[in-house]
């Protein structure tokens, strides 16, 4: 019941201020450059790595990047930068 109440207080903060969804939400932000590049923010940790495949733990739940030829050039506690062909992208729910 308290998570219910925190996220529409947290929503109505979002619609009545200039301040961003991801930051006061705490979403990912996703930047993603055709299907060469994907910039990640505000991630909870890599679950698994490979070079088709980099699932990430997210506050609500995973993010699932599936290509080929997978580079990770920058990884951060909280942000990190994929590099490779980039088929797909899945939010899976937990």
Not at 17 to 42: C, F, K, S, W
């Amino acid at each position: 019941m308290a998570r219910k109440w925190q996220n529409k207080v947290q929503q109505w903060f979002v619609d009545h201020t200039d301040m961003p969804a991801d930051v006061i939400m705490d979403l990912p932000r996703i930047t993603m450059i055709g299907r060469l590049h994907i910039y990640i923010e505000n991630h909870k940790g890599v679950i698994a790595f490979s070079k088709e495949e980099l699932r990430l733990s997210m506050k609500q739940g995973q993010l699932l990047i599936k290509g080929q030829n997978f580079i990770l050039k920058t990884i951060l506690p909280e942000e990190i930068l994929l590099e490779g062909t980039i088929k797909s992208i899945e939010f899976i729910d937990g």
